[in-house]
């Protein structure tokens, strides 16, 4: 698939798009361009890096409109700012799709902001950078430096066109001509500016335009790569002509014909010393010196500044953590002990109005006498109550209203009466010896609570006294003061008292809270913990203390966020402190790396240059000591590595890349060899020796290149490595050197898939009418086997190849060579037959012993893909096989009308079939014998 950068604005009115191309033909095949102009970027190494925009690689259609333009060096100034205004103006509006490796990532990126600057230098070199995802210093951005003063000289230089090829069919290719104007020796232009510029070759002055030719393309032909060629100007450039018949068939950077790079003038070549991008000749290295002395230092400080911020936070926290773990258990306890005798005071005075009320003999009007004055007293006592139990039924005996409080709240005695029924059951336990504390709040208007103790009434504890008393009787004790919380809830974990009104008057439950949980199990008096309150949200320290009255308690919690808070106002001054510390000794450390820095890291640089293979590096020695004998070393070394590149350039076009990626890993391993279970593959072109002599030179290479271009990217499509070529012949290995899963069925894939595309090509070229009558009807056979084999490198220690040895492999050399007389395309042998039969359609052939084996091998035919045979070719495979069991059976007459019928069925002449005829028309007269075990000697290869 094509992995799709982000869009990047080009030369103002197009868009420029970078696609990733992952090297695989099928994804490329699926590449619909065709709302724009596609840009296939390719790249070599001579003694510069050098990059073009080339053809499609071998064998993929590509009917699209693409640009093409030869291999021009990217330290050619002028001829890349002659393709950056070409570039500019053909796509003028357009979309543009540069396909690229990922492996190029940086150098398509550089190139095209290279030719962005030389279009308009007038922009920012940064700007440059930053907009194509570069970074880094842009000294190497182009720039034309004052030299010495020179003569005057002026020279016409010619540069290729660009080519627009594709869809559109004929393309005008427009021919730019360029002048360079030298300086005057007294340093002076003459009134022109010391730069290369677009200017007239003709005397009119105005820019030369001319058509140079007219090429006619064909969408419809997947390998018509149209190679542009340098037009000659009878000066220092030797080109080839431009005419459409001359045109090379480019089929790959391997095989295609290049023109010579456009030579610079001396002149221009000294001046320009550094003409790459930003990215070039930057130094990206992951951890400089310079970062790794700002690194240490950095690293260092922060580690001391923070160890002392971490444990003085640590103790400071600690220390305020005691300090509030103390205070929070002595709010508790002092509150708890105010709380309790609040209570106790209460009950008090509830068992005196109790006294008063059952008093025997008392007169009724000293009786309310006595009651108004203690209501008078307490207006926090709004209603008592003495009730007995009848039946599991609280039954009210005596009650008593503050009427005064109940006049001020509109509370009615009604509303009493609801919260005694409302919690009867609780209140029920004082009838068991138990004090009762109650949340008496829903239903007035001020918070309150109850309280239900037993009484004794003629001696025994048969009566049950009820108070209700305002929450303003203990209230003050819960006001919010500073960052605490202090509340009181009841044996069931209801809330009496709060700070907070309208949970008392809800009567909330709080035994979801993690301290009141703890309380309430807990068996001690005294408590506290820290927590997590997912409902008040944060972490909490909490204490509580039991007031020992009806198992209520008094609990006081402190958020530690505001409890700590202090802490971390001190972490973050610190952390400040630090990071102004660490600001100013980074920029101290900066300045310092680079007096020590500067001269390696110019060193690292021109090893960047190497390692993208500009072997020209501009660097001398400057200095006398160990530095300076490291950079003359290094240039030593770059000289060395160039050459070392040449030879591995022409050893990857020449051996196939996996076996370069192996040879790569362990070169050992492969000298030495090893005996693998392998798929040899074996094609060859019938009749090619005919095909060859009727051909031209340039017609027979593009003929061969084409068709080998196409039978080899099928061949790597289904994981084959390419052995060798031999002529028109391909040699080919499956599962070595690396494995590869199925390699038989892949291979069975690859030959048929061949032998399809095989018949494309020649519809195309009798449709067009190319090359000669015999190559239009050109026809290939392939051999394939399966079985052990010894692989690896062949030959010397000096000079050796990549090969396979063995049975397995002249096997299959003599089952191509077989095909020929059996008229089919493709034969395999048993061990390939087994792995493909639910894929494939076989037949088979013949049982014969070939020459140099002893042993008889059952050959067949690999008919094709069973969803692409018709029912006919089935027909007629399975009656030829009937008709050899009758052949091998010895009914001579019954196999021959058999094989007829095959051939009837197949409507097309079977060579297969008109063989085993004749062999048994053969032996009709002279019978082998009932000895005979039907094999056939082939007495040829």
């Given at each position: 698939?094509?992995e799709?950068?982000a869009e990047?604005?080009f030369l103002?009115?197009?868009?420029?798009?970078?696609?990733?191309?992952?090297?695989?033909?099928?994804?490329?095949?699926?590449?619909n361009g065709?709302?724009?102009?596609?840009?296939?970027?390719?790249?070599?190494r001579t003694?510069?890096?050098?990059?073009?925009?080339?053809?499609?690689?071998?064998?993929?259609?590509?009917?699209?409109?693409?640009?093409?333009?030869?291999?021009?060096?990217v330290?050619?100034?002028s001829?890349n700012?002659?393709?950056?205004?070409?570039?500019?103006?053909?796509?003028?509006?357009?979309?543009?799709?540069?396909?690229?490796?990922?492996?190029?990532e940086?150098?398509?990126?550089?190139?095209?902001?290279?030719?962005?600057?030389?279009?308009?230098?007038?922009?920012s070199?940064?700007?440059?950078?930053h907009?194509?995802?570069?970074?880094?210093?842009?000294?190497s951005?182009?720039?034309?430096v004052?030299?010495k003063?020179?003569?005057?000289?002026?020279?016409v230089?010619?540069?290729?066109p660009l080519?627009?090829?594709?869809?559109?069919?004929?393309t005008?290719i427009?021919?730019?001509e360029?002048?360079?104007?030298g300086v005057?020796?007294?340093g002076?232009s003459?009134?022109?500016?010391?730069?290369e510029?677009?200017?007239?070759?003709?005397e009119?002055?105005?820019?030369?335009?001319?058509?140079?030719?007219?090429v006619e393309?064909?969408?419809n032909?997947?390998?018509?790569?149209?190679?542009?060629?340098?037009?000659?100007?009878?000066g220092?450039?030797?080109?080839?002509?431009?005419?459409?018949?001359?045109?090379?068939?480019?089929?790959?950077d391997?095989s295609?014909?290049?023109?010579?790079?456009?030579?610079?003038?001396?002149d221009?070549?000294?001046?320009?010393?550094?003409s790459?991008?930003?990215?070039?000749?930057?130094?990206?290295t992951?951890?400089?010196?310079?970062?790794?002395?700002m690194?240490v230092?950095?690293?260092?400080?922060?580690?001391?500044?923070?160890?002392?911020i971490?444990?003085?936070?640590?103790?400071?926290?600690?220390?305020?953590?005691?300090?509030?773990?103390?205070?929070n258990?002595?709010?508790?306890?002092?509150?708890?002990?105010k709380?309790?005798?609040?209570?106790?005071?209460?009950?008090?005075?509830?068992?005196q109005?109790?006294?008063t009320?059952?008093?025997?003999?008392?007169?009724?009007?000293?009786?309310?006498?006595?009651?108004?004055?203690?209501?008078?007293?307490?207006?926090e006592f709004?209603?008592?109550?003495?009730?007995?139990?009848?039946?599991?039924?609280?039954?009210?005996?005596?009650?008593?209203?503050?009427?005064e409080?109940?006049?001020?709240?509109?509370v009615?005695e009604d509303?009493?009466?609801?919260?005694?029924?409302r919690?009867?059951?609780?209140?029920?336990e004082?009838?068991?010896g138990q004090?009762?504390?109650?949340?008496?709040?829903?239903g007035f208007v001020?918070?309150?609570?109850a309280?239900?103790?037993p009484?004794?009434?003629n001696g025994e504890?048969?009566n049950?006294?009820?108070?209700?008393?305002?929450?303003?009787?203990?209230?003050?004790a819960?006001?919010?003061?500073?960052?605490e919380?202090?509340?009181?809830?009841?044996?069931?974990?209801?809330?009496?008292?709060?700070p907070?009104?309208?949970?008392?008057?809800?009567?909330?439950?709080?035994?979801?809270?993690?301290?009141?949980?703890?309380?309430?199990t807990?068996?001690?008096s005294?408590?506290q913990?820290?927590y997590l309150?997912?409902?008040?949200?944060?972490?909490y320290?909490?204490?509580?203390?039991?007031?020992?009255?009806?198992?209520?308690?008094v609990?006081?919690?402190?958020s530690?966020e505001?409890?700590?808070?202090?802490v971390?106002?001190s972490?973050?001054?610190?952390?400040?402190?630090?990071?102004i510390?660490?600001?100013?000794?980074?920029?101290?450390?900066?300045?310092?790396?680079?007096?020590?820095?500067?001269?390696v890291?110019?060193?690292?640089?021109?090893?960047l240059?190497?390692?993208?293979?500009?072997?020209k590096?501009?660097?001398?020695?400057?200095?006398?000591?160990?530095?300076?004998?490291?950079t003359?070393?290094?240039?030593?070394?770059?000289q060395?590595?160039?050459?070392?590149?040449?030879?591995?350039?022409?050893?990857?076009?020449?051996?196939?890349?996996v076996?370069?990626?192996e040879?790569?890993?362990?070169l050992a391993?492969l000298?030495?060899g090893?005996?693998?279970?392998?798929?040899?593959?074996f094609?060859?072109v019938?009749?090619?020796?005919t095909?060859?002599?009727q051909?031209?030179?340039?017609?027979?290479?593009a003929?061969?290149?084409?068709?080998l271009?196409?039978?080899?990217?099928?061949?790597?499509?289904?994981?084959?490595v390419?052995?060798?070529?031999?002529g028109?012949?391909?040699?080919?290995?499956f599962?070595?050197?690396?494995?590869?899963?199925d390699?038989?069925?892949?291979?069975?894939?690859?030959?048929?898939?061949?032998?399809?595309?095989?018949?494309?090509?020649?519809?195309?070229w009798t449709t067009n009418?190319?090359?000669?009558?015999?190559?239009?009807?050109?026809?290939?056979?392939?051999g394939?086997?399966s079985?052990?084999?010894?692989?690896?490198?062949?030959g010397?220690?000096?000079?050796?190849s990549?090969?396979?040895?063995g049975d397995?492999?002249?096997?299959a050399?003599?089952?191509?060579?077989?095909?020929?007389?059996y008229?089919?395309n493709?034969?395999?042998?048993?061990?390939?037959r087994e792995?493909i039969?639910?894929e494939?359609?076989?037949?088979?052939?013949?049982?014969?012993?070939v020459?140099?084996?002893?042993e008889?091998?059952?050959?067949h035919e690999?008919?094709g893909?069973?969803?692409?045979?018709?029912?006919?070719?089935v027909?007629?495979?399975q009656?030829y096989?009937?008709?050899?069991?009758?052949?091998?059976?010895?009914?001579?007459?019954?196999?021959?009308?058999l094989?007829?019928?095959?051939?009837?069925?197949?409507?097309?002449?079977?060579?297969?079939?008109?063989m085993?005829?004749?062999?048994?028309?053969?032996?009709?007269?002279?019978?082998?014998?009932?000895?005979?075990?039907?094999?056939?000697?082939r007495?040829?290869?």
């Open positions: 698939m094509l799709i950068s990047i604005p103002r009115t197009s868009k420029l798009t970078f696609l990733v191309w992952d090297e695989t033909p099928g994804s490329l095949e699926s590449w065709d709302d724009g102009i596609t840009i296939f970027f390719q790249t070599r003694r510069e890096l050098e990059f073009r925009f080339g053809p499609p690689p071998w064998g993929i259609q590509f009917p699209n409109n693409r640009f093409e333009y030869p291999y021009v060096s330290h050619q100034i001829s700012k002659y393709l950056a205004k070409a570039l500019s103006t053909a796509s003028e509006g357009k979309n543009l799709f540069v396909i690229y490796p990922k492996s190029l940086v150098e398509v990126r550089s190139v095209f902001a290279r030719l962005e600057y030389l279009y308009d230098d007038r922009i070199p940064d700007r440059i950078s907009k194509f995802g570069l970074t880094g210093k842009t000294s951005i182009p720039e034309i004052s030299g003063t020179k003569e005057i000289e002026t020279k230089l010619s540069f290729p080519e627009l090829v594709g869809s559109s069919g004929k005008k427009r021919q730019f360029l002048t360079t104007i005057g020796e007294n002076s003459n009134g022109h500016h010391q730069a510029s677009y200017l007239p070759s003709s009119s002055s105005i820019e030369k335009e001319s058509v140079v030719s007219e393309t064909d969408p032909h997947p390998y018509d790569l149209i190679e542009s060629s340098f037009a000659s100007d009878g220092d450039f030797q080109s080839e002509p431009a005419d459409s018949n001359d045109k090379k068939r480019a089929l790959g391997s295609s014909i290049e023109n010579k790079p456009i030579p610079e003038s001396k221009k070549q000294s001046d320009v010393i550094e790459d991008l930003a990215i070039e000749s930057n130094v990206n992951k951890f400089s010196l310079q970062l790794k002395m690194g230092i950095s690293l260092l400080f922060v580690l001391s500044v923070a160890s002392i971490i444990f003085a936070s640590f103790y400071f926290k600690r220390s305020i953590e005691l300090q509030l773990r103390d205070n258990i002595r709010i508790a306890e002092i509150i708890g002990s709380v309790k005798s609040d209570i106790l005071g209460v009950v008090e005075k509830g068992r109005i109790a006294i009320l059952t008093t025997q003999g008392l007169p009724e009007e000293d009786r309310k006498l006595l009651l108004k004055t203690f209501f008078q007293n307490d207006k709004i209603y008592l109550g003495i009730f007995e139990k009848r039946d599991n039924i609280l039954v009210m005996k005596r009650e008593v209203f503050n009427e409080e109940l006049k001020k709240s509109a009615t509303d009493f009466h609801a919260v005694v029924n919690n009867r059951d609780a209140l029920a004082a009838f068991n004090a009762v504390l109650l949340n008496s709040s829903p001020e918070p309150s609570f309280i239900a103790i009484t004794a009434e504890l048969d049950a006294l009820v108070i209700i008393v305002k929450l303003d009787k203990i209230i003050g819960f006001s919010k003061k500073g960052i919380t202090t509340f009181l809830v009841n044996g069931s974990g209801t809330v009496l008292a709060h907070k009104e309208d949970l008392v008057l809800a009567a909330t439950d709080l035994t979801t809270m993690p301290i009141v949980k703890t309380m309430l807990s068996a001690p005294t408590g913990m820290s309150d997912e409902e008040l949200g944060g972490s320290l909490g204490s509580f203390q039991k007031i020992g009255f009806a198992d209520a308690g609990i006081t919690i402190v530690e505001k409890a700590f808070a202090d971390y106002k972490q973050k001054t610190n952390l400040y402190i630090a990071g510390g660490l600001c100013s000794a980074l920029i101290f450390v900066f300045f310092f790396s680079k007096t020590i820095t500067k001269p890291l110019q060193l690292l640089t021109a090893t240059e190497i390692a993208k293979g500009n072997f590096i501009g660097i001398k020695p400057t200095t006398q000591d160990e530095v300076g004998l490291l003359k070393y290094f240039i030593d070394m770059g060395g590595l160039e050459e070392r590149e040449k030879v591995k350039n022409i050893l990857g076009s020449m051996i196939d890349p076996v370069v990626q040879a790569m890993v362990d391993a000298k030495r090893s005996e693998t279970h392998i798929t040899a593959f094609s060859d019938a009749s090619f020796s095909i060859s002599e051909l031209k030179s340039a017609d027979l290479a003929l061969l290149n084409e068709y271009s196409a039978m080899t990217l099928l061949l790597k499509k289904h994981e084959g390419l052995d060798k070529y031999i028109d012949a391909i040699v080919g290995i599962n070595a050197p690396v494995p590869v899963t390699h038989e069925l892949k291979a069975a894939r690859a030959s048929v898939d061949m032998v399809l595309k095989l018949q494309e090509l020649r519809e195309y009418n190319l090359y000669s009558k015999e190559a239009q009807v050109m026809d290939a056979r392939i394939l086997n079985g052990p084999a010894k692989v690896g490198f062949m010397t220690d000096a000079l050796a990549y090969t396979m040895m397995t492999v002249n096997l050399a003599r089952l191509e060579a077989a095909g020929k007389d008229g089919v493709i034969l395999i042998t048993d061990p390939i792995k039969q639910e494939m359609i076989t037949r088979y052939v013949d049982l014969v012993r020459k140099g084996k002893n008889p091998v059952r050959i690999l008919v893909y069973k969803s692409l045979v018709t029912s006919n070719l027909e007629a495979v009656l096989e009937a008709g050899f069991q009758e052949y091998l059976n010895q009914n001579w007459s019954k196999a021959i009308q094989f007829k019928d095959s051939e009837r069925s197949k409507g097309s002449k079977d060579k297969s079939s008109h085993l005829i004749e062999r048994c028309e053969e032996y009709s007269l002279n019978s082998p014998g009932k000895d005979w075990d039907g094999v056939f000697t007495t040829h290869k």
